[in-house]
């Protein structure tokens, strides 16, 4: 394996490196280090590594240091399973390419409206991110040119697979240049993975990095538990572990709203994610998590696995995985870049080494409640709305502080900022009549249950 121990080694172009260090990329990742001179040279690359693990940036940065900005061709098309891994990859090549002016990156994805998509796509784009149904139909409706595209990125291989995609993915690759580079990440290696391999890559370097969790990061439990004593079980954890936020892991939709109902009459502050909610309501749910103004979220794995979902210090498996790679991408939420986190699992044999609930310490007192809450603004970016239009007023003329704030989220068409429980009272009364852009804001409603 290539190792380096610095960006400034690689020849990356200075608005790239400069960026990096503004992101507080200071070293490679040990899956970057090992691809990214690989990508640099414009070799195919079928890397594996751990959810968490920065491929992202590994793609991203090899996509975009060979990017033309003075041609607005698609030049690089990324394929992801899932709407909400595509517009976290477009997040972050989007904050990778800061210092590049003028690269146009569109996400094509399924469940949402097309039309704004075929606009978007009609003033063109240098990057396109997406799902494969929404892309193959771009590209049949000749909405799409791909003839420039060099390059080719199929993240979460296994899972577009996994979900029946092969027949789009192929079908794809088929109007594609053969003249290109194909990276190809997985976070496992089945049979069909190298034979995708196979079909779309030439010579691919195989990188695996660290496929095991860091021993001694993520502690891991296992707590005995009868079927039916699960949900005090559970409850028991979390009033020993007091979290800020975690995540709880169920089978099944209904077990989702099971147990965020019973946590929810209990005072918890909890929010579910899973498959068939709305998209909106997914995003939304994601967006509390992480802006601290949901502790709990309960989630199915269909609806959690790839997500960029960012240092969790607990996370429980209500419903054992099905199989030892969905445990491992589970517990991989917590413990990430070096942090210490803690995993649970409910199971329904007493063994050696496993708990019993009666080990667990609840500590007394109400479950913990957000630090922040969540307001709505009905204006995105498509309003010109930006961050720093929201600091602004709310700092003139709301008379909060900074530090009162946290995430603000700007999506295409809404914003979601968090502001630091206990402020929402002058937030509220600037709201009576203040305005940002014309944009009204009030407090989020919900997080429904579902
Ligand atoms: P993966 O796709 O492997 O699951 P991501 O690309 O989503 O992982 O990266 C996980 C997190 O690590 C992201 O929040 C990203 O911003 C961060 N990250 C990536 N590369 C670096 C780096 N070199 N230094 C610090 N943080 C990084
Ligand atoms: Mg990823």
């Given at each position: 394996m290539n190792s380096l121990s610095s960006f400034d080694s690689l020849p990356l172009s200075p608005p790239l490196l400069e960026n990096l260090s503004g992101l507080g990329y200071h070293e490679p990742t040990p899956i970057q280090a090992a691809a990214l001179p690989l990508i640099l040279e414009g070799k195919d690359v079928l890397g594996q590594a751990k959810t968490g693990s920065g491929k992202t940036a590994a793609f991203g940065l090899g996509l975009l240091q060979g990017l033309n900005p003075d041609v607005l061709?698609?030049?690089?098309?990324?394929?992801?399973?899932?709407?909400?891994?595509?517009?976290?990859?477009a997040a972050e090549i989007r904050r990778l390419a800061r210092n590049i002016p003028n690269i146009k990156l569109v996400t094509l994805c399924g469940g949402m409206p097309g039309r704004p998509q075929e606009v978007s796509m009609r003033a063109g784009a240098h990057i396109v991110v997406g799902t494969p149904g929404r892309i193959a139909k771009h590209i049949r409706k000749e909405l799409l040119q791909v003839s420039a595209v060099r390059t080719l990125v199929l993240d979460e291989a296994d899972r577009l697979l996994d979900m029946g995609f092969a027949e789009e993915v192929m079908e794809i690759v088929k109007a594609l240049p053969r003249n290109r580079q194909t990276l190809l990440f997985s976070a496992t290696f089945p049979e069909e993975i190298r034979t995708l391999s196979r079909k779309l890559q030439k010579n691919p370097e195989s990188v695996i990095v660290d496929t095991t969790l860091a021993p001694g990061i993520v502690e891991e439990r296992e707590v005995y538990s009868k079927a039916q004593d699960k949900l005090r079980t559970l409850s028991r954890i979390l009033r020993q572990e007091m979290p800020e936020s975690a995540l709880v892991f169920c089978a099944t939709r209904q077990g989702c709203r099971d147990v965020a109902g019973a946590l929810n009459t209990e005072g918890f502050s909890v929010a579910t994610l899973h498959g068939e909610m709305e998209q909106r309501d997914r995003t939304d749910a994601l967006i509390r998590l992480a802006n601290r103004s949901v502790c709990i979220l309960v989630a199915t794995d269909v609806a959690a696995r790839g997500?960029?979902?960012?240092?969790?210090?607990?996370?429980?498996?209500?419903?054992?995985?099905?199989?030892?790679?969905?445990?491992?991408?589970?517990?991989?939420r917590t413990g990430r870049a070096g942090r210490k986190g803690r995993a649970y699992a409910l199971v329904e044999r007493r063994a050696p080494g496993v708990l019993s609930p009666e080990d667990l310490k609840p500590r007394p007192g109400s479950p913990p409640q957000p630090a922040m809450v969540s307001f709505l603004m009905n204006g995105g970016k498509k309003d010109k709305i930006r961050p720093g239009d929201i600091v602004g007023a709310m700092v003139n003329e709301a008379g909060l502080n900074a530090e009162d704030l946290g995430k603000i989220h700007v999506s295409d068409t809404y914003t979601v900022i968090a502001f630091r429980n206990g402020v929402q009272r002058k937030v509220?009364?600037?709201?009576?009549?203040?305005?940002?852009?014309?944009?009204?804001?009030?407090?989020?409603?919900?997080?429904?249950?579902?």
């Open positions: 061709e698609t030049q690089a098309l990324v394929i992801c399973p899932v709407r909400e891994l595509a517009e976290q990859v997500l960029d979902i960012e240092d969790l210090p607990l996370v429980i498996h209500f419903d054992p995985a099905n199989d030892p790679e969905i445990h491992l991408h589970r517990t991989g509220q009364k600037w709201a009576a009549a203040g305005r940002i852009k014309g944009k009204r804001l009030s407090p989020m409603t919900g997080p429904s249950l579902f």
